[in-house]
C-alpha cells in the first residue's frame, strides 16, 4: 500500500527538517502535499494541478471510512497555503462544483512538511453504510516552480458504521514548524488565484500562472526569505529536554549513593572511636564489662533475699 511510503517519508522529512531546513529531501510518488490516509490517488505530476483530483486515475481502490469520528491524514513535503478540503458524494466526481466545503481556505490556512492529522465531521443523515464519497483537498504551493500554483488530490472512500470500522487510522501530528509569518493574516495570497473559477479542470493549473505573471519576482523574494529560516524543531527541542532530565536523574542517583556510602562509613568511624570500642585492661571491651556488672549484681541481688 502507498500509506506506508508516505508514513516514512512524512518522519524524514520532519527528523531532517530538525537539522537542516534548507534541504529537505523530495520524494517522486507524491506532490507537495498528499493524503496518507485515506489512501489517495496515483499522483501524476503531469496533471497535479488539474481539477478536480490532479490524477488520470479512476476512483477504483476506496478505503473505508467511518460515518462519525472520521480522521484524515495529510502529508506534506513541501510547504502549502489555503488549504481547502471537501467532500463530493458522487460515485465519480468531474467538477470542483461535485464537491462540498468542508474546511474552507481561510481557517486552513498553511500546511507545514510533516504529518498532520484532521478530524472529520459526522456524515449527514441521508448517508448510509456502503455509500460512496470522495475527499478532496486543494491547496497551493510552489514547489517545481517559482510561482505559486493550485494543486488537487483526491481519496476514495467507502462509508462504514464506527462499530464496523476496525482500521487503526496513522493520525498525528509532526511537523516542521514555520518560523516566518508567511502564512499569517497579512500574508500575500493572490486574489487572482482565490478567484479562479473552479469549473475549468484541465486549464486551471495553467489560469493560475498567467493570473499571477506580474508578482513573480515579490513572490521569489517571499520564497527566498521563507527558505532562510532557521533554529529547532519542536521535536529537536523535545529530544534536548528529555537529555537534560535524563541526565540530571542520573547525577541525582550518583549522589544519593555516595551520601549513603559516606554516611556509612561514618556510622563505622563513631562506633570505633566510642567507648563501646575502648579495649580494657583484661582485654574485654566496654560492652563484655558492662554485661558482666550487670550479670554480677543480678547474683548478689538474689542472694539478699531471704
Aim: hydrophobic share 35%; glycine share 8%; net charge negative.
Amino acid at each position: 500500500m502507498a500509506i506506508f511510503p508516505k508514513l516514512l517519508a512524512g518522519l524524514a522529512l520532519s527528523v531532517a527538517s530538525s537539522y537542516a531546513q534548507d534541504e529537505d529531501p523530495e520524494y517522486d510518488d507524491f506532490g507537495p502535499a498528499a493524503f496518507m490516509w485515506p489512501e489517495d490517488r496515483v499522483w501524476d505530476a503531469a496533471v497535479d494541478n488539474h481539477a478536480p483530483c490532479g490524477s488520470r486515475a479512476a476512483p477504483r481502490n476506496r478505503t473505508d471510512f467511518p460515518l462519525d469520528n472520521g480522521q484524515v491524514a495529510l502529508v506534506a513535503q513541501d510547504e502549502s497555503w489555503k488549504i481547502q478540503l471537501g467532500i463530493s458524494y458522487k460515485d465519480d466526481p468531474l467538477s470542483n462544483d461535485d464537491f462540498d466545503v468542508i474546511i474552507s481556505q481561510d481557517a486552513f490556512k498553511e500546511l507545514d512538511p510533516g504529518h498532520t492529522c484532521i478530524p472529520w465531521p459526522k456524515a449527514p443523515d441521508s448517508v448510509s453504510e456502503g455509500d460512496l464519497a470522495t475527499l478532496q483537498v486543494k491547496y497551493i504551493s510552489e514547489f517545481d516552480t517559482p510561482r505559486n500554483q493550485t494543486f488537487y488530490a483526491c481519496a476514495d472512500i467507502v462509508w462504514v458504521e464506527p462499530a464496523n470500522f476496525n482500521i487503526k487510522v496513522p493520525c498525528f501530528n509532526a511537523t516542521e514548524p514555520d518560523n516566518e509569518d508567511g502564512a499569517g493574516d497579512d500574508w500575500d495570497y493572490h486574489d487572482d488565484v482565490e478567484n479562479d473559477d473552479d469549473d475549468k479542470e484541465s486549464s486551471s493549473g495553467d489560469d493560475d500562472d498567467n493570473s499571477q505573471g506580474s508578482s513573480d519576482s515579490e513572490e521569489s523574494n517571499d520564497s527566498d526569505n521563507k527558505k532562510s529560516s532557521g533554529g529547532l524543531s519542536g521535536g529537536a527541542i523535545a529530544g534536548i529536554v528529555v537529555g537534560v532530565l535524563g541526565g540530571l536523574g542520573l547525577i541525582a542517583a550518583a549522589a544519593l549513593l555516595i551520601y549513603r556510602r559516606k554516611q556509612q562509613r561514618l556510622r563505622q568511624l563513631r562506633q570505633a572511636n566510642s567507648a563501646r570500642g575502648v579495649q580494657w585492661p583484661d582485654g574485654q571491651t566496654a560492652v563484655g564489662k558492662g554485661t558482666g556488672s550487670v550479670s554480677d549484681s543480678s547474683v548478689r541481688m538474689q542472694n539478699l533475699s531471704p
